[in-house]
């Protein structure tokens, strides 16, 4: 089983930028393909990007593409969110969840559990 600690978020103006970490815990962890998602009060979760096992793949919502970038880090068992040009449509809680595959979590089938999350806020 993975744990999964995110941090990082917080109040920004729109345009600004901010870096999300997905801490995570269990031996297995390098085996997963991880994903970002993000919740809105009233609406349902929405996937956000993914990042293959090896680091080598990645994938994208229309929404994020070309203003975030994922990425890990095998070494700190860690997986970031770049942020850049954030909008007011991008405030949420993001959450951060382990899958067998980036295709799997694009249509959110994640195998574990969801971390805490955390809130972003964009201010316009």
């Known amino acids: 089983q993975v744990q999964l600690v995110e941090s990082g978020g917080g109040l920004v103006q729109a345009g600004g930028s901010l870096r999300l970490s997905c801490a995570a815990s269990?031996?297995?962890?390098?085996?997963?393909?991880m994903g970002w998602f993000r919740q809105v009060p009233g609406k349902e979760r929405e996937f956000v990007a993914a990042?293959?096992?090896?680091?080598?793949?990645?994938d994208y919502a229309d929404s994020v593409k070309g203003r975030f970038t994922i990425s890990r880090d095998k070494a700190k068992d860690t997986v970031y969110l770049q942020m850049n040009s954030l909008k007011s449509e991008d405030t949420a809680v993001y959450y951060c969840?382990?899958?067998?595959?980036?295709?799997?979590?694009?249509?959110?089938?994640?195998?574990?559990?969801w971390g805490q999350g955390t809130q972003v806020t964009v201010s316009s």
């Open positions: 269990g031996r297995t962890f390098r085996m997963y393909a």
């Open positions: 990042i293959s096992w090896s680091g080598g793949s990645t």
């Open positions: 969840a382990p899958g067998l595959r980036t295709d799997a979590l694009r249509v959110g089938d994640i195998d574990g559990s």
